[in-house]
């Protein structure tokens, strides 16, 4: 089973940026796991934001953040990051890390099997 804790949201202005923090523990975290995440906004589907495989060869993300979003991970601290630039009211949501067993990028929420409690991101005007 793997726990994961998200931390490092809050409030920002537009324009301004955030990091979140993954930390990720568990007996059986595997070293192919894809790590992700993914927003939800009052109203609206979860949206997929990043993914990243375990050497970070391979990362993931949609038109919305490209650009602005970065994924990043420290498997010696067992955390991935999300580092967030240049943001827009519209990237106001809960953000939520997930893993995912897989060697391959994964970019879809079916995807992914373990959540954490997710991190509440706003950002005003």
């Known amino acids: 089973q793997v726990q994961l804790v998200e931390s490092g949201g809050g409030l920002v202005q537009t324009g301004g940026s955030l990091r979140l923090s993954c930390a990720a523990s568990?007996?059986?975290?595997?070293?192919?796991?894809?790590m992700g995440w993914f927003r939800q906004a009052p109203g609206k589907e979860r949206e997929f934001v990043a993914a990243?495989?375990?050497?970070?060869?391979?990362?993931g993300f949609p038109d919305s953040v490209k650009g602005r979003f970065t994924i990043s991970r420290d498997n010696a601290k067992n955390t991935v990051y999300l580092q967030m630039n240049s943001l827009k009211p519209e990237d106001t949501a809960v953000y939520y890390c997930?893993?995912?067993?897989?060697?391959?990028?994964?970019?879809?929420?079916?995807?992914?099997?373990?959540w954490g409690q997710g991190t509440q991101v706003t950002v005003s005007s």
């Open positions: 990243i495989t375990w050497t970070g060869a391979n990362t």
């Open positions: 568990g007996r059986t975290f595997s070293k192919y796991a894809t």
């Open positions: 997930a893993a995912a067993a897989s060697s391959a990028l994964a970019t879809t929420a079916q995807e992914f099997f373990y």
